[in-house]
T-cell receptor, first 115, second 111 residues
Framework: DGGITQSPKYLFRKEGQNVTLSCEQN?????MYWYRQDPGQGLRLIYY???????QKGDIAEGYSVSREKKESFPLTVTSAQKNPTAFYLC??????????????FGPGTRLTVT | GEDVEQSLFLSVREGDSSVINCTYT??????LYWYKQEPGAGLQLLTY?????DMKQDQRLTVLLNKKDKHLSLRIADTQTGDSAIYFC???????????FGSGTRLQVQP
């Protein structure tokens, strides 16, 4: 089965702790993305990566960090510097330029609650 | 600048057609997308349209693009209760890989 997996589905942390969200894809996609979704709102881009060992900040990167050591994996760390970390986090991937419409495919999401 | 806007809520009766609207401001959009999100789940890609097209049909879904007015719509024919969800439109701008999303339209289908 090809797809994007995110784990865990629910995550609870105490304030002041860093936490890492997992995202893995076996679609052989080059680009991967992290979005944040707050209740009643659309998606906001945190970070994205077009190739291994390279990534760029999105619109709300402060308090987050990423790595892209393997094509299949793009973990997101929510640091203690992120002021409002409680949210639904979505990972996505998209195929290489020139293949169809650059459409992004999403994982099932991780709901992070920080208290 | 980039801005994608959608109405917040739409209610229809089962069997009727639904039309969800979206406006965007950046004329350099290359592709426009429609996604569906069910409660607690990720986004499911429904369809997309290239900016040089006016219409795309895929089974019960029809996408209409009016580039002059920067208006995109998604028509769902014979709407079913399983179509109840939040629908997001998104645009991809020239030279960017990331998408810009609207806030989503919640579609409620009444039996």
């Amino acid at each position: 089965d090809g797809g994007i997996t995110q784990s865990p589905k629910y995550l609870f942390r105490k304030e002041g702790q860093n936490v890492t969200l997992s995202c893995e894809q076996n679609l052989n996609h080059d680009a991967m993305y992290w979005y944040r979704q707050d209740p009643g709102q659309g998606l906001r881009l945190i970070y994205y990566s077009q190739i291994v060992n390279d990534f760029q900040k999105g619109d709300i990167a402060e308090g987050y960090s990423v790595s892209r050591e393997k094509k299949e994996s793009f973990p997101l760390t929510v640091t203690s510097a992120q002021k409002n970390p409680t949210a639904f986090y979505l990972c996505a991937s998209s195929p290489r330029q020139g293949v169809s419409g650059y459409e992004q495919y999403f994982g099932p999401g991780t709901r992070l609650t920080v208290t | 600048g980039e801005d994608v806007e959608q109405s917040l809520f739409l209610s229809v009766r089962e069997g009727d057609s639904s039309v969800i609207n979206c406006t965007y401001t950046d004329s350099s959009s290359t592709y426009l997308y429609w996604y569906k999100q069910e409660p607690g789940a990720g986004l499911q890609l429904l369809t997309y349209i290239f900016s040089n097209m006016d219409m795309k049909q895929d089974q019960r879904l029809t996408v209409l693009l009016n580039k002059k007015d920067k208006h995109l719509s998604l028509r769902i024919a014979d709407t079913q209760t399983g179509d109840s969800a939040i629908y997001f439109c998104a645009e991809r701008l020239t030279g960017r890989r990331a998408l810009t999303f609207g806030s989503g339209t919640r579609l409620q289908v009444q039996p």
